[in-house]
């Protein structure tokens, strides 16, 4: 299906998510300051980084940083 698209299907959703790995919220974009591609569905995305931080990380102080 992304081959059907072209590169609007590889751009992300500009919305965060959750990287476990790093423990903060990134991008799901394609963009120098993104955190590369959602890896799946079962991601919950936020438009908004603040509550991405609030309901997945909300020990980590500098989550939104």
Known sequence: ?????GSV????SNKYYADY?????VKDCTDSD???LVGGV???LYDDMS??????????EDCDV
Do not use: H, P, Q
């Open 1 to 5: 299906m992304a081959e059907c698209l």
């Open 21 to 25: 790995r790093l423990s903060k919220c």
């Open 42 to 44: 079962w991601d919950e």
């Open 9 to 12: 299907a590889n751009a992300g």
């Open 51 to 60: 509550v991405c931080c609030a309901e997945k990380f909300w020990w980590v």
């Open 34 to 36: 993104c955190g590369g």
